[in-house]
């Protein structure tokens, strides 16, 4: 049997899920999307049970891609029970889901989770009453003490029920309805959301557009605005039966810390230094474990690879493929995990909302609006899973955010950073980078805004409850996003990294080093090996700093390099070109032309930059 | 000189009060109309022959009944017109205003009323208002007729929502999330840069400046209630 959990965003759900299942959990992506959807295994009196978690969603008749996949699911058919997660303390506009839901003719119980909350507020709610009127299961549960949790499968196995909302959508909607399914055949189901603008056959949704455009021109309201409002009258219908207010204690217990997060003062400053020392600690974090990792990686594998006595193609293929694996995990484990879980617990905390909603007013202007903030923070983890985030905003904003999240110096740009600038000149010129790169992805900003085309979509964001963080919701997160750096940017990390070794066992690269020395000495004044290691740069970017040493032949660039050079090197890998992974994935998500553009954009920046350094560096 | 140069001469006058002002009566309306100014005084005449005017001495002009109502009649029709271009069919303030410009000569006083009843019919109310910066005096000057959206308002006001305009994007989340007409939603916190966080159904959801200015609403008393 198969079981599937759906709900609001920020309802349970998901900790539901770990309680119920066991190991083995499977996060698998919806066919050809990177929808994520959790799939694991109950068992239950000896019978194994296949229960899936949708990803949150406000309903199923939106057209983000989340809403999209759910409602494509559902339709599929085979299902054989929904569990229906409902939030007790806004049980009204989780009803909304519920009745949508009920259309779709799936056996279904609903749990009402976080009740222990509700109940602190004065919410009391009639839940037997509930269950008679919508004439379905209902479980009222308390999802982090684990209360009734164990009750939820049985209840699907037994008692799942088909219900009818009979929500009145008006004489001209079921008129609608009827003759749609009359001229078509379809289903009431396809005729409803064929009058909302959605389906797939031709047929029926050229007549449907006639007549929705008939209702809407007799009701001033489009039919999809009719349904809705009436679905939400349903539901407060409902909602106004079961719930009876005892008006004690009805502010939220969140209500005073955030009212202080939300405020200019002190929200902004918060705001900053929550970002500010996250990046401060992935920095110690991670610095610290990197090297740790590298040097083990170097004594208990690299070195007794060249004790093996391979011949000198394969020592240099088995080199290029360890040291990729090596950089991908003294980047992956110490930066980008670290970052990750960081942000994760920013997430869960429900902080990253109001975090959004605060830089709204900044983010318009340079073109995109408060929710692009989580993507551009993502971005300093690695760029790859920053990239696929901004599937949620428009067009326009796709476009702007794919140049900016591009120039977000990510994990391995921060050991370039840290790694030549901090180490050789100090941790001043560090930061100069740090800023000289912020205010570039101002600037660019605001170029965009005037250039980008496409019209400008707002934000609309629901605030996240603040909660306490929990240790498994957190990790998991953190997981997410770490898969697409794992999945997408280490393949290619590996492929290149031996791509090139290749290249440089047949003097390839010696060639071009060659043909582009002047261009470096005399526009950058940096020594001829540098251009090789800028190109090992486009590969992955932590290389430039590895090839470099290895090419200026110590460790201690200090000495073989002026400051300025260390300086200018390090501003022209970190502008110039993203890393061959995410114009990968720039070219997946944006295609050629958006990821041709950016690619070319960072890498005049790079040149221009490192040149014009040059020239202030001879004045001075 | 035909209908509609007479008319827009009647409403240009009325609008911006030009009886009265002696010598420059001219120059004024000619800064207005974008003619010269013997043109104005040539048309003058002949709306002074046809009975919609006097010229007085000293130059300044005063409407006869007549004129008065015709142009009266004329800016009634811009408003209502151009309101229902921009509420209604979320046509640029620009751009309808010039259309109105256009039609309010050729439509029929009894249609343009029935246009009317629609737009308060739904709740639409027009009004003119907010001569603020960003306003450009061109031929026409705009007559601004909106109605008002969350962005009015302030931190703490309960309002009702009354409808939705047209515009890009955010429409269906607006809708799932709870805010449809009558609902009513509380103004949890206004940023100085405009965005809003309002409270609807028990949730608390942020809305940019855009889209907060596309909710039509209507403030209610204050109350302790929500």
Redesign the interface.
């Known amino acids: 049997m198969k079981f599937a959990l759906i709900g609001n965003p920020n309802v349970g759900k998901s900790l539901i899920f770990n309680q119920l299942t066991g190991i083995g959990v499977e996060i698998s992506n919806f066919p050809g999307t990177t929808v994520d959807m959790l799939s694991g295994n109950v068992c239950y009196q000896k019978e194994r049970l296949e229960l899936i978690d949708f990803p949150g969603i406000?309903?199923l008749?939106?057209?983000?891609e989340e809403e999209e996949q759910v409602r494509a699911y559902l339709r599929k058919n085979d299902i054989d029970a929904l569990i229906v997660v409902l939030d007790a303390?806004?049980?009204?506009?989780n009803l909304?889901l519920l009745i949508q839901a009920a259309e779709y003719k799936i056996p279904l119980i609903n749990v009402v989770n976080i009740a222990d909350e509700a109940e602190k507020s004065g919410i009391i709610i009639d839940y037997e009453k509930l269950s008679s009127i919508l004439g379905c299961k209902v479980i009222p549960t308390v999802a982090v003490a684990g209360k009734n949790i164990d009750r939820i499968i049985p209840a699907a196995m037994q008692d799942a029920v088909v219900i009818d909302p009979g929500v009145p959508y008006g004489k001209h909607i079921e008129a609608g309805v009827r003759s749609l399914v009359k001229i078509t055949g379809c289903s009431r189901m396809d005729a409803l959301l064929a009058l909302q603008g959605i389906g797939e056959d031709k047929d029926l949704m050229e007549a449907a557009e006639t007549i929705a455009s008939e209702i809407e021109e007799d009701h001033?309201m489009s039919p999809?605005?009719i349904i809705?409002?009436n679905r939400?009258n349903e539901a407060d219908r409902i909602a106004s039966e079961v719930i009876e207010s005892d008006g004690a204690g009805s502010k939220r217990l969140s209500f005073d810390i955030d009212?202080l997060l939300?405020?200019?003062i002190p929200g902004v400053p918060i705001l900053a230094a929550v970002l500010f020392f996250t990046l401060l600690a992935v920095f110690i974090i991670g610095s610290f474990l990197e090297e740790t990792i590298v040097g083990l990686f170097e004594v208990y594998i690299i070195e007794p690879m060249y004790s093996l006595g391979l011949s000198p193609f394969w020592e240099k293929m088995a080199f290029s493929f360890l040291i990729a694996v090596e950089a991908g995990l003294g980047i992956a484990f110490p930066f980008v995990f670290t970052f990750y879980i960081l942000v994760s617990i920013l997430e869960d905390s429900g902080y990253m909302?109001r975090g959004?909603?605060?830089a709204?007013?900044?983010m318009?202007r340079i073109g995109m609006?408060?929710q692009a903030l989580i993507p551009m923070i993502l971005g300093f983890g690695c760029n790859v899973p920053a990239i696929m985030s901004i599937r949620q905003l428009?067009k326009r904003e796709r476009i702007i955010a794919s140049f900016l999240i591009t120039m977000v110096p990510c994990s391995a740009r921060t050991v370039i950073i840290a790694g030549i600038v901090a180490v050789f000149i100090g941790i001043t010129a560090a930061f100069s980078i740090y800023l000289l790169v912020f205010v570039l992805i101002i600037l660019t900003g605001l170029v965009l805004t005037r250039f980008a085309p496409g019209?400008?979509?707002?934000?609309?964001?629901?605030?996240a409850p603040l909660r306490k963080p929990r240790a498994d919701q957190t990790l998991k997160r953190a997981w997410l996003h770490m898969k697409e750096f794992l999945f997408i940017a280490m393949p290619l990390l590996l492929v290149s990294s031996v791509f090139l070794g290749m290249l440089d066992y047949y003097g390839i690269l010696a060639e071009f080093q060659r043909l582009f020395a002047p261009f470096m000495e005399q526009v950058l004044g940096l020594p001829d090996y540098a251009s090789t290691a800028l190109i090992f740069g486009i590969f992955r970017k932590e290389m430039a700093f590895e090839t470099l040493a290895v090419l200026a032949g110590t460790a201690d660039l200090g000495a073989v390099m002026a400051a300025s050079q260390l300086y200018i090197f390090a501003v022209v890998s970190v502008l110039f070109v993203p890393c061959i992974s995410t114009i990968a994935v720039l070219y997946r998500e944006m295609g050629l032309k958006i990821a041709a553009m950016v690619s070319l954009y960072t890498l005049s920046l790079g040149m221009i930059f490192g040149a014009l350094l040059n020239a202030i560096f001879k004045i001075l | 000189m035909d209908q509609s140069d007479r008319e827009d001469y009647l409403e240009a006058v009325i609008m911006h009060s030009a009886e009265g002002r002696g010598a420059e009566t001219l120059n004024f309306l000619s800064g207005l109309m974008d003619r010269d100014a013997d043109q104005i005084g040539a048309d003058l005449r002949v709306l002074e022959k046809e009975g919609d005017l006097v010229i007085e001495e000293g130059g300044s002009i005063s409407l006869t009944e007549e004129g008065r109502s015709t142009g009266e009649s004329v800016l009634k029709k811009h408003r209502i017109l151009e309101c229902f271009f921009t509420e209604m069919l979320g046509m640029d303030p620009d751009t309808a205003s010039k259309e109105a410009c256009e039609i309010e000569h050729a439509a029929s006083e009894a249609t343009v009323n029935k246009i009317g009843n629609l737009l308060s019919g739904s709740g639409v109310r027009c009004r003119g208002r907010r001569h603020g910066p960003g306003f450009v005096e061109t031929h026409f000057p705009k007559k601004e007729c909106r109605f008002d959206v969350i962005d009015d308002f302030s931190e703490g006001d309960i309002l009702k929502v009354v409808g939705m305009r047209h515009g890009p994007g955010g429409g269906r989340r607006l809708i799932d999330l709870g805010i449809i007409p009558g609902e009513e939603i509380r103004i949890v916190r206004r940023l100085p840069g405009r965005s809003v966080l309002v409270s609807v159904k028990g949730s608390e959801v942020a809305i940019s400046p855009e889209i907060a200015g596309r909710v039509v609403v209507e403030k209610l008393p204050d109350t302790d209630s929500l």
């Not at chain 1, 008749?61 to 983000?64: K, L, M, P, Q, V």
């Not at chain 1, 303390?89 to 506009?93: A, F, G, S, V």
């Open positions: 406000y309903s008749e939106g057209s983000t303390t806004k049980l009204e506009r909304y001033q999809h605005q809705a409002t939400h009212s939300t405020r200019v909302t959004a909603f605060l709204d007013r900044a318009h609006h408060g428009s019209e400008r979509y707002g934000m609309i964001l629901e605030m």
